[in-house]
């Protein structure tokens, strides 16, 4: 076997702590290399030609390059290697960048470390085997998880290049937290009504299922081939039957239900539509307040209904659908305010969110766009804004910068001046972060168009006084403590995963970071897609994001699905488990440990044996190291392959490791 | 008996503060809780130890700890909310190893800092219980509309004292409608009264407590109760220099919380010393009165 061997500067990202003319020369040494050599940037044009020709003029079997992680270019040096000729998995990389040069500044140590991880790197290759991908077909049908703004313009950009889409919705109607904005900001357009003509397209869109009131129960397959249990939660409406006509609700006896669509600012009744240009419009009963469910009588809405659409009997019902891929766009959640005690803790009625004031300015809402205080119904003089209500506090666990909220409350105070000419509003911040497109100046509206009188500080404490508040912080530019008297008190509370977000990441088999957001595959380059092929991300599931910036990955998302999709077939890996049939003695014991279920037995001359269903595998290597008898082995990481690695590195002078 | 613990009267409750001492002591023996003085205490250093040197500060309050720990008991207690931070935050800086040498160079012995240090509100709270107080009133404080004042360093900093919450506390308001009361939403419960700038900066304990005296009358308070000595004091002895300060016309009685659960169960003037209160009870008495005679 003739090996080669590239070790790379990376300009001075490994040259600068990492002796690499040296490296290159040990490699020389050392069994089956018969070529080494350094290289400025191994994954440049030239450098990549490099390797090429290296190949060509010296014969080569196998080539290892000692540079980055292998997450990094892997790929550019398999395909490097292929177009030489070569197997792509005739090929290893040592990382002496991450591993190395970035972590240790003594030259010396990380040379001898470079040459130590070179030189497993070589003995693996001297025992790889060519490897060959199988193809297999996908399902070129797409999942979009969340009915929100990014949902809605993955599904509609994935429909609308022909794929066949199935858009599942936890609630009874799609629109997410912008169909409860009454305007958007910079350019206070109609929310609804630029959201709602998205909407109807969703339902009326040939290529789109949608499933309201639908959750994710569990996720199995990979990418091309997904299968996924849903659950419909039950309505207690058949919404085949039902028109949206509304009859319902205006009979509904039990009026006093919490409204979730109006974050609890008035209330609703027990059968309800959620808002007027609700997709599907179709009602639902909230099982906790209606009466015929709790005590068994009543059924007005039964009575009422002209097309005899309510099931009271109806259960939930578990639906299965096959997708090739899926877009996960399910948003985030607000930060619950009543953590903070100085704030009241949740004690004061007129201390609400900044979603909950959006509700009273939107025409829809339950006050018809009139600011009304909640406890009294009287037109607010005063409104103090409070800023970084559970962003940029590690005191509440959340230290980070929830990215909109300057810009929501800029809106809300120039709204607040339109709607009461009379009110006078106040805004306390820590710094206004408002980057986008005419976001600063429309920052700069709120404060010399409207008015608002910004306080930069925080606020320590609010309190009642009389039918008023008292709202004390201080001002940090002048140096001064600060008292108002507000007859309204708005906390731009902060934006957090949505509940559930975690439990959500293990069934699809992505990552999330401490907080609840999904991970990235990688946070510049691969912002919407995630470490698990076939799974991409839209929206604020994967971090705080404004609409147009939600929008922006919807339709990023929908474009990876599209390329995704543009081919018929896809390549399995490889570096999956292989059982020798011969050493297997079908103890059962591989079936038992495999995560994905991988693993079938089979009968093999009357003799039980195990299997492996390649399709399924994920090449984890549980079942390799479960196996009694090693008969089981992972492809590109058999146990012969890592106790090379394991020889090389320990047959290192000791002397020199060990001084 | 619900308990033996080592006492800390502190400096206060032998002086201005003696009838929050004796009321304290008088209801702990009514509900079997048997309090041995501390040998031989000295002062906690109030506030200005710990402006000075943390080490020194708490070693003052170490030695309190160590005299404590020759005594078979269950903790350490205190009336005062100062002197408690002093123990409490002592106590708490000595889990550092190399701190905790550095103060027993100063010291007589080794502290071995295993006794738990709580207020006596905590163990009347928490140990005692509301029910088991309210079982044992004779005389219930009907008509009584209290706004309860913690002080601002009750319950705070919040990972130090470690009891109740620590912007809207409840145990003193549990404790008063136990006894009959009808306890205010009071907002300020964990508002600063000024404390010991009453010298320094007269004017701003003029600001500062006439805004509880304001706010108390704002929701209709009768008296206000309180559980510290320099709380109760810039409200009450300083009540008429805040009112010609803002030409204000408060009459507001300011108990210890000890004193009126003592009333409740029954308790005489030579337990209580109602009398060595500025602005007389009576006129939250009467006022306790006018309600009843008005609901019945």
Same mark, same amino acid.
């Given at each position: 076997?003739?090996?080669?061997?590239?070790?790379?500067?990376?300009?001075?990202?490994?040259?600068?702590?990492?002796?690499?003319?040296?490296?290159?020369?040990?490699?020389?040494?050392?069994?089956?290399?018969?070529?080494?050599?350094?290289?400025?940037?191994?994954?440049?044009?030239?450098?990549?030609?490099?390797?090429?020709?290296?190949?060509?003029?010296?014969?080569?079997?196998?080539?290892?390059?000692?540079?980055?992680?292998?997450?990094?270019?892997?790929?550019?040096?398999?395909?490097?290697?292929?177009?030489?000729?070569?197997?792509?998995?005739?090929?290893?990389?040592?990382?002496?960048?991450?591993?190395?040069?970035?972590?240790?500044?003594?030259?010396?140590?990380?040379?001898?470390?470079?040459?130590?991880?070179?030189?497993?790197?070589?003995?693996?290759?001297?025992?790889?085997?060519?490897?060959?991908?199988?193809?297999?077909?996908?399902?070129?049908?797409?999942?979009?998880?969340?009915?929100?703004?990014?949902?809605?313009?993955?599904?509609?950009?994935?429909?609308?290049?022909?794929?066949?889409?199935?858009?599942?919705?936890?609630?009874?109607?799609?629109?997410?937290?912008?169909?409860?904005?009454?305007?958007?900001?910079?350019?206070?357009?109609?929310?609804?009504?630029?959201?709602?003509?998205?909407?109807?397209?969703?339902?009326?869109?040939?290529?789109?299922?949608?499933?309201?009131?639908?959750?994710?129960?569990?996720?199995?397959?990979?990418?091309?081939?997904?299968?996924?249990?849903?659950?419909?939660?039950?309505?207690?409406?058949?919404?085949?039957?039902?028109?949206?006509?509304?009859?319902?609700?205006?009979?509904?006896?039990?009026?006093?239900?919490?409204?979730?669509?109006?974050?609890?600012?008035?209330?609703?009744?027990?059968?309800?539509?959620?808002?007027?240009?609700?997709?599907?419009?179709?009602?639902?009963?909230?099982?906790?307040?209606?009466?015929?469910?709790?005590?068994?009588?009543?059924?007005?809405?039964?009575?009422?209904?002209?097309?005899?659409?309510?099931?009271?009997?109806?259960?939930?019902?578990?639906?299965?659908?096959?997708?090739?891929?899926?877009?996960?766009?399910?948003?985030?959640?607000?930060?619950?305010?009543?953590?903070?005690?100085?704030?009241?803790?949740?004690?004061?009625?007129?201390?609400?969110?900044?979603?909950?004031?959006?509700?009273?300015?939107?025409?829809?809402?339950?006050?018809?766009?009139?600011?009304?205080?909640?406890?009294?119904?009287?037109?607010?003089?005063?409104?103090?804004?409070?800023?970084?209500?559970?962003?940029?506090?590690?005191?509440?666990?959340?230290?980070?910068?929830?990215?909109?909220?300057?810009?929501?409350?800029?809106?809300?105070?120039?709204?607040?001046?339109?709607?009461?000419?009379?009110?006078?509003?106040?805004?306390?911040?820590?710094?206004?972060?408002?980057?986008?497109?005419?976001?600063?100046?429309?920052?700069?509206?709120?404060?010399?168009?409207?008015?608002?009188?910004?306080?930069?500080?925080?606020?320590?404490?609010?309190?009642?006084?009389?039918?008023?508040?008292?709202?004390?912080?201080?001002?940090?530019?002048?140096?001064?403590?600060?008292?108002?008297?507000?007859?309204?008190?708005?906390?731009?509370?902060?934006?957090?995963?949505?509940?559930?977000?975690?439990?959500?990441?293990?069934?699809?088999?992505?990552?999330?970071?401490?907080?609840?957001?999904?991970?990235?595959?990688?946070?510049?380059?691969?912002?919407?897609?995630?470490?698990?092929?076939?799974?991409?991300?839209?929206?604020?599931?994967?971090?705080?994001?404004?609409?147009?910036?939600?929008?922006?990955?919807?339709?990023?998302?929908?474009?990876?699905?599209?390329?995704?999709?543009?081919?018929?077939?896809?390549?399995?890996?490889?570096?999956?488990?292989? *059982?020798?049939?011969?050493? =297997?003695? !079908? %103890?059962?014991?591989?079936?038992? &440990? +495999? #995560?994905? /279920? @991988? $693993?079938?037995?089979?009968?093999?001359?009357?003799?039980?044996?195990?299997? *492996?269903?390649?399709?399924? =595998?994920? !090449? %984890?290597?549980?079942?390799?190291? &479960? +196996? #009694?008898? /090693? @008969? $089981?082995?992972?492809?590109?990481?058999?146990?012969?392959?890592?106790?090379?690695?394991?020889?090389?590195? =320990?047959?290192?002078?000791?002397?020199?490791?060990?001084? | 008996?619900?308990?033996?613990?080592?006492?800390?009267?502190?400096?206060?409750?032998?002086?201005?503060?003696?009838?929050?001492?004796?009321?304290?002591?008088?209801?702990?023996?009514?509900?079997?809780?048997?309090?041995?003085?501390?040998?031989?205490?000295?002062?906690?250093?109030?506030?200005?130890?710990?402006?000075?040197?943390?080490?020194?500060?708490?070693?003052?309050?170490?030695?309190?700890?160590?005299?404590?720990?020759?005594?078979?008991?269950?903790?350490?207690?205190?009336?005062?909310?100062?002197?408690?931070?002093?123990?409490?935050?002592?106590?708490?800086?000595?889990?550092?190893?190399?701190?905790?040498?550095?103060?027993?160079?100063?010291?007589?012995?080794?502290?071995?800092?295993?006794?738990?240090?709580?207020?006596?509100?905590?163990?009347?709270?928490?140990?005692?219980?509301?029910?088991?107080?309210?079982?044992?009133?004779?005389?219930?404080?009907?008509?009584?509309?209290?706004?309860?004042?913690?002080?601002?360093?009750?319950?705070?900093?919040?990972?130090?004292?470690?009891?109740?919450?620590?912007?809207?506390?409840?145990?003193?308001?549990?404790?008063?409608?136990?006894?009959?009361?009808?306890?205010?939403?009071?907002?300020?419960?964990?508002?600063?009264?000024?404390?010991?700038?009453?010298?320094?900066?007269?004017?701003?304990?003029?600001?500062?407590?006439?805004?509880?005296?304001?706010?108390?009358?704002?929701?209709?308070?009768?008296?206000?109760?309180?559980?510290?000595?320099?709380?109760?004091?810039?409200?009450?002895?300083?009540?008429?220099?805040?009112?010609?300060?803002?030409?204000?016309?408060?009459?507001?009685?300011?108990?210890?919380?000890?004193?009126?659960?003592?009333?409740?169960?029954?308790?005489?003037?030579?337990?209580?010393?109602?009398?060595?209160?500025?602005?007389?009870?009576?006129?939250?008495?009467?006022?306790?009165?006018?309600?009843?005679?008005?609901?019945?």
């Amino acid at each position: 076997m003739k090996i080669g061997v590239f070790v790379c500067h990376c300009g001075s990202n490994i040259a600068g702590t990492v002796d690499v003319a040296t490296v290159a020369a040990e490699a020389q040494k050392m069994p089956d290399v018969a070529f080494a050599s350094d290289t400025m940037y191994a994954c440049s044009e030239p450098g990549q030609e490099g390797i090429i020709e290296a190949i060509k003029e010296h014969g080569l079997d196998g080539v290892v390059v000692a540079s980055c992680t292998p997450r990094m270019h892997e790929p550019t040096f398999r395909k490097a290697v292929e177009r030489a000729g070569l197997n792509r998995y005739m090929f290893e990389m040592a990382n002496i960048r991450e591993h190395v040069s970035w972590i240790g500044k003594d030259t010396e140590a990380n040379t001898r470390k470079a040459i130590d991880l070179v030189s497993m790197a070589a003995a693996k290759l001297s025992r790889n085997k060519s490897l060959t991908p199988k193809k297999f077909d996908i399902n070129k049908r797409v999942m979009i998880i969340g009915g929100g703004v990014a949902g809605i313009q993955a599904a509609l950009d994935c429909a609308d290049g022909g794929l066949e889409v199935v858009l599942v919705e936890k609630t009874s109607s799609i629109g997410g937290k912008m169909s409860k904005l009454d305007k958007t900001f910079p350019t206070i357009d109609c929310s609804s009504c630029i959201l709602g003509p998205k909407m109807v397209d969703i339902s009326q869109h040939p290529n789109i299922t949608l499933y309201a009131s639908t959750e994710v129960i569990g996720v199995t397959g990979y990418v091309g081939n997904f299968t996924v249990d849903l659950n419909r939660k039950t309505s207690y409406v058949d919404w085949e039957a039902c028109t949206g006509c509304g009859l319902c609700m205006e009979k509904c006896p039990s009026k006093k239900t919490h409204d979730t669509f109006n974050e609890g600012v008035g209330t609703t009744t027990a059968i309800n539509i959620p808002f007027p240009q609700a997709i599907p419009k179709k009602a639902s009963i909230n099982a906790d307040s209606c009466i015929k469910l709790t005590k068994g009588k009543c059924g007005v809405c039964e009575k009422i209904c002209p097309t005899q659409a309510i099931r009271f009997e109806q259960t939930d019902e578990t639906v299965v659908e096959s997708v090739g891929a899926v877009v996960v766009a399910t948003g985030y959640d607000l930060f619950d305010y009543t953590r903070y005690g100085e704030y009241g803790g949740g004690r004061y009625t007129d201390v609400i969110t900044s979603l909950q004031y959006e509700r009273l300015l939107s025409a829809s809402g339950p006050t018809g766009g009139h600011i009304k205080r909640p406890s009294d119904g009287k037109e607010p003089q005063n409104i103090v804004f409070i800023q970084c209500v559970g962003s940029r506090d590690k005191s509440v666990g959340r230290p980070y910068c929830s990215g909109f909220c300057c810009m929501y409350t800029a809106k809300q105070a120039i709204l607040t001046k339109d709607h009461l000419p009379e009110s006078q509003s106040y805004v306390f911040y820590m710094d206004i972060r408002a980057p986008g497109k005419q976001y600063d100046e429309f920052t700069r509206r709120a404060m010399e168009e409207y008015e608002t009188k910004y306080v930069r500080g925080r606020v320590s404490m609010i309190y009642p006084k009389g039918d008023r508040y008292v709202v004390r912080g201080a001002d940090t530019l002048m140096g001064s403590a600060v008292e108002i008297e507000a007859d309204l008190v708005v906390l731009a509370v902060g934006a957090e995963a949505a509940q559930g977000a975690p439990q959500l990441a293990e069934k699809l088999r992505i990552s999330y970071d401490s907080f609840g957001f999904y991970m990235e595959s990688h946070p510049k380059l691969r912002p919407v897609e995630t470490n698990t092929a076939g799974v991409y991300l839209a929206g604020a599931c994967q971090g705080p994001k404004d609409i147009p910036s939600s929008v922006g990955q919807g339709s990023a998302a929908a474009a990876k699905v599209l390329s995704l999709f543009s081919k018929d077939q896809l390549e399995s890996d490889p570096q999956i488990s292989e *059982v020798d049939i011969k050493r =297997c003695i !079908g %103890c059962g014991k591989c079936i038992e &440990t +495999c #995560p994905f /279920g @991988a $693993i079938e037995e089979i009968d093999f001359r009357g003799q039980p044996k195990a299997n *492996v269903i390649e399709t399924i =595998c994920q !090449g %984890c290597g549980i079942c390799t190291s &479960t +196996c #009694p008898q /090693g @008969a $089981i082995q992972l492809q590109h990481f058999t146990d012969n392959q890592i106790l090379a690695e394991v020889n090389a590195l =320990c047959q290192q002078s000791m002397q020199q490791n060990y001084e | 008996m619900s308990g033996t613990y080592a006492y800390y009267p502190g400096c206060s409750g032998l002086g201005t503060s003696v009838e929050y001492d004796l009321s304290t002591r008088a209801i702990c023996r009514e509900l079997g809780i048997e309090l041995v003085d501390i040998p031989d205490w000295s002062c906690c250093g109030s506030t200005p130890a710990h402006t000075v040197d943390h080490t020194l500060s708490c070693a003052l309050s170490a030695r309190n700890i160590f005299q404590a720990e020759s005594l078979d008991v269950d903790g350490i207690i205190t009336p005062c909310p100062s002197c408690l931070t002093n123990l409490k935050t002592a106590s708490h800086r000595m889990q550092n190893d190399a701190f905790k040498a550095r103060v027993e160079r100063l010291l007589d012995g080794p502290v071995e800092n295993r006794l738990p240090i709580m207020s006596v509100l905590q163990v009347l709270f928490e140990t005692i219980g509301p029910a088991a107080i309210a079982e044992k009133v004779t005389e219930p404080l009907t008509g009584l509309r209290l706004a309860p004042y913690y002080g601002c360093i009750m319950n705070r900093p919040p990972e130090i004292m470690d009891f109740d919450d620590c912007e809207n506390p409840v145990a003193m308001d549990e404790l008063m409608t136990a006894l009959g009361a009808d306890v205010a939403p009071f907002p300020l419960k964990v508002e600063c009264c000024g404390a010991s700038f009453g010298v320094a900066r007269k004017d701003m304990v003029m600001k500062l407590s006439g805004r509880l005296l304001d706010l108390a009358e704002d929701v209709s308070a009768h008296a206000m109760v309180t559980a510290c000595p320099l709380c109760q004091m810039n409200l009450d002895l300083r009540q008429k220099q805040i009112n010609s300060a803002h030409k204000a016309k408060h009459r507001m009685p300011v108990f210890y919380y000890t004193q009126l659960i003592g009333k409740a169960l029954g308790m005489g003037e030579e337990s209580l010393m109602l009398d060595k209160l500025i602005v007389p009870p009576s006129v939250a008495f009467r006022k306790m009165d006018e309600v009843r005679r008005s609901a019945s």
